[in-house]
């Protein structure tokens, strides 16, 4: 089964976030519902979707999710946004 790293980002908080996932449009509905109670995503209810990135197992959508969230970096954020393919260049290295 196919499996998702995804980043959603909230206008009111300014704020990404990056998740994992096989069902993207449910794991949102539930960010937006707050269903995930100590999550980081509770700070908002307007998370929009800003990219899709599908890999072919969870354990390397796991991988890029940690790779990414190890950086801290809302200007990394943006650069895997604008450009995707620094994900397969992750994945290529590990």
Same mark, same amino acid.
Not at 25 to 46: C, G, P, T, W
């Given at each position: 089964?196919p499996? =998702?790293?995804?980043?959603?980002? /909230?206008?009111? %908080? ?5 998740? #994992?996932?096989?069902?993207?449009q ?8 707050? #269903?995930?109670?100590?999550?980081? /995503? ?5 998370? #929009?979707?800003?990219?899709? =990135? #599908? ?11 940690? =790779?990414?969230?190890?950086?801290? /970096?809302?200007? =990394? ?7 995707p ?6 994945? %290529?290295?590990?």
């Amino acid at each position: 089964m196919p499996h =998702f790293l995804y980043i959603v980002y /909230s206008k009111s %908080s300014t704020k990404y976030y990056v998740g #994992e996932t096989h069902n993207i449009q449910e794991r949102i509905q539930k960010h937006n519902e707050h #269903e995930y109670a100590n999550s980081f /995503s509770k700070i908002a209810n307007d998370w #929009e979707l800003v990219l899709t =990135f #599908e890999c072919i197992d969870r354990n390397s959508t796991l991988y890029l999710e940690r =790779f990414i969230k190890k950086m801290k /970096s809302k200007v =990394f954020i943006e650069k895997i946004i604008q450009n995707p393919e620094i994900l397969s260049d992750i994945l %290529s290295k590990k």
